[in-house]
């Protein structure tokens, strides 16, 4: 609880906010010299100062080493802190529901720097042991190499003395690395100290000033990822800076439960998919996961599976529009493709699987292979098809085929010679369905929306929602209405998204048929514009940033899009909890 911290903007785990000192300073950001310390009770009985509006002020604390017994760490709980100003409590995630504080000092973090496994753990432990909507400040360990990886991990707030100590050694340090200030031949570098004069830098306090300035940009940096929706490609990168930071990527993808209640079900930006880390990214194994365990195949036709394009949606591209011709709505199609794994053709155009951009050499890594593989290997396993047609070029998905087929219970063939888009091959995909029967457009666009309400809300809901017999649908796809047989609106598909976005109509029927919809309770109030959290009474745990959620209380009900997840709106006293789309008084 806090109203001296909020936090405006989430991108995954990270956070940008303000902490409501005067002047404000943005987070993340670096707060060191806004701070008074209220000094250590091991030295001295103290006082808690007098909370300054223009400070953070330590709560008098007692720091204990990095590895110091949990019962000796307890038996010392944490001082009480004066709320009248913006506060920060040193605790261990152990300690920390003690106190309650606008901003938490995890004190046993600095000795364990370098090692990947203890900072994640750390720092995931702490976050989930605070309200949501408080700060994490972890002092005297930030600088311009690690700290866009601590912002990632739910680092607030850091300082400048580690990179400072770091400069009076001789250090010199800039986001892409560390090297002898006294052995530069070129200062790599625009910031005032470096702009000043040319090679070595000898003088320490030159060199400190830099790395300060370093990590600063780099802080700019950070914020500006995270407004982009761009922080994940910018860590990717960042890690390759020291082996410890890939460490802790690979570490804080670990904690997958940690980063995938906080990501959002749709994201803002293009996903740039170059290295094998973007596999473990929250929004492709969702999808992955969505796609094995919700999504459910409604055709009886066999199943054609197909390269995926460069050009998104798939079925815009070139390559595409000729299978399809070739398939003639005979087969249920599914395109193979790495990072994302496998997509059925009505999932062509939901997050993430026309938003990511992949280099096209055609050759693919080992880990690619392993997991389109596997994710294909579950589809195939819970989907059932007559048979199997792998419409698919040599590299990679050929391999791939070929390692799953004898896994799986239905029959392989392969109808490409040479390349899938050549004539012998389109006319040996045409010659392979010959005998099938052709589902008409309106089946498939039926299917579609109930396989987009499975992969949104949950396996089954499809065809609770929106039973064949009782909708009717309106419009061109992808731009379809799903509307009841009074010709009411239920839904509308959003083509940016592949998502759907329904109206009070469908909230209603929503709650009617799905007994766990995802709902967000609130007091007796009718909202006028956003629900804001502190009117949020209680919300199912599983709701996520940008999904579909259900706004239920005394007084009205209505459907909105969730901006925070669910715990969080229970928790958090500022904000907004949910983007309100439709609402009506009861
Ligand atoms: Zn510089």
Known sequence: MTEFFEVLDHDGAARAGELRIDPPVQTPGRVEDRVVDGGSLWTAAREAPTPDASALTIMPHRGFPTGTDDRLVGAFPPAGADRAGATAAVVTAGSADAVEADVYIPSDLPGKMGHAAAVVEAIVDLRRAIPADTGIYLAGCADAMNVAMLAYAGVDLVDATAATAAGYDGWYQTAMGTVVAAELTERPCMCPVCADGSGPLTDLAAVAAHNVHALDTELRRIRTAIAAGTLRDHVEMQARVEQWLTGMLRRIDHEYGYLEQRSAVIGRATIRATTDDTLRRVAIQRYAQRVTDRYQNRFQNPLVLVPCSARKPYSTSQSHRQFYDAIDYRAHVVSMTSPIGVVPMELELTYPAQHYDTVVTGQWSATEIEFVASVLQRYLTENRYPRVIAH????????????????????????????????????????????????????????????????????????????????????????????????????????????????????????????????????????????????????????????????????????????MDGEAMVEAERGVAVDVRHIEAR
Request: proline share 8%; charged share 20%.
């Open 392 to 563: 698919v070029p040599q590299e990679g998905y050929r391999t791939i085929c070929e390692q799953v087929a004898p896994n799986v219970d239905v029959p392989f063939t392969y109808t490409v010679s040479d390349h899938p888009t050549t004539q012998a091959s389109l006319e040996a995909l045409a010659t392979e369905l010959a005998g099938d029967l052709r589902y008409t457009k309106r089946e498939r666009e039926t299917k579609t929306v109930q396989a987009i309400a499975d992969y949104q809300f949950g396996r089954g809901v499809g065809d609770a929602l929106f039973p064949r017999s009782e909708i009717e649908l309106n419009g061109r796809y992808p731009k379809l209405q799903v509307c009841d047989a009074e010709g009411t609106q239920l839904a509308v598909m959003v083509p940016q998204y592949g998502m759907l976005a329904l109206s009070l109509a469908g909230a209603n029927r929503w709650q009617q048929v799905v007994p766990d919809a995802a709902t967000v309770q609130i007091d007796e109030f009718v909202p006028h514009g956003d629900v804001l959290a502190p009117g949020v009474t209680d919300a199912d745990p599983a709701i996520r940033p940008g999904e579909e959620v259900l706004i239920d209380g005394p007084a009205a009900f209505g459907i909105g899009r969730a901006v």
